[in-house]
């Protein structure tokens, strides 16, 4: 990271967003889609690979099948080599239509319910009493967005979240890592 640059748009997530992915990591119907998707992600990957490698090993090993002319000039090994593209696209159309008939409502259940929980507790946290801390007493940053990113953005001056290190002013060194660079000129870059 160069020293005084801006922190990736990438980082900074609203409070809320960070509260639905908690949400949602944290409900058992997650891990079974994740454990439905992976078995069918599994189960295709398995069964392409196996009908490629068979194709590979019957064109290595068994010529004189592969060579056999079913019509004119076509022989096993070009049909063989055709079903390959079919069957990818088969096996694609499969996931989609998996993924559309049980993944997708199931995800989309987990998202609702996980919305309706954060829902709930930001009206909780509206709630609260007038001295206790809510969203909106959290440092923000242009667009009305919290900064959750390791050093706040240039100017805000405010402590970084889980405990780090305050951001220094970028015209300090920093300070040494290793005792032995402490006498060493900063050059920016590795020891």
């Known amino acids: 990271m160069v020293t005084g640059s801006r922190p990736s748009p990438r980082r900074r997530t609203d409070p809320r967003d960070r509260a639905r992915y908690?949400?949602?990591?944290?409900?058992?119907?997650f891990a079974v889609l994740k454990g439905k998707s992976r078995k069918l992600i599994v189960l295709i990957v398995s069964v392409f690979l196996g009908w490629y490698f068979?194709?590979?090993?019957?064109?290595?090993?068994?010529?004189?099948?592969?060579?056999?002319?079913?019509v004119g000039n076509v022989n096993v090994a070009l049909v063989f080599g055709v079903l390959q593209f079919v069957?990818?696209?088969?096996?694609?159309?499969?996931?989609?239509?998996?993924a559309r008939q049980v993944l997708d409502p199931l995800a989309a259940q987990i998202v609702a319910d996980a919305e309706?929980?954060?829902?709930?507790?930001?009206?909780?946290?509206?709630?609260?009493?007038?001295?206790?801390?809510?969203?909106?007493?959290?440092?923000?940053?242009?667009?009305?967005?919290?900064?959750?990113?390791?050093?706040p953005p240039d100017g805000l001056g405010v402590t970084p979240p889980?405990?780090?290190?305050?951001?220094?002013?970028?015209?300090?060194?920093?300070r040494a890592p290793w005792p032995e660079t402490a006498g060493r000129p900063w050059t920016g870059g590795t020891r």
């Not at 069957?87 to 998996?98: G, K, Q």
């Not at 889980?162 to 920093?174: N, V, Y």
Request: glycine share 10%; aromatic share 12%; no cysteine.
């Open 87 to 98: 069957s990818a696209f088969v096996l694609a159309w499969r996931y989609t239509r998996y």
């Open 116 to 151: 309706e929980r954060v829902g709930e507790a930001v009206r909780r946290r509206a709630g609260a009493s007038p001295g206790s801390p809510t969203e909106s007493s959290a440092p923000f940053t242009g667009g009305g967005r919290p900064y959750l990113g390791p050093t």
């Open 22 to 29: 908690v949400a949602i990591r944290q409900d058992e119907r």
């Open 54 to 70: 068979l194709y590979v090993a019957a064109a290595a090993f068994a010529r004189e099948f592969m060579a056999y002319r079913i």
């Open 162 to 174: 889980d405990g780090m290190e305050s951001p220094r002013d970028p015209a300090t060194p920093p």
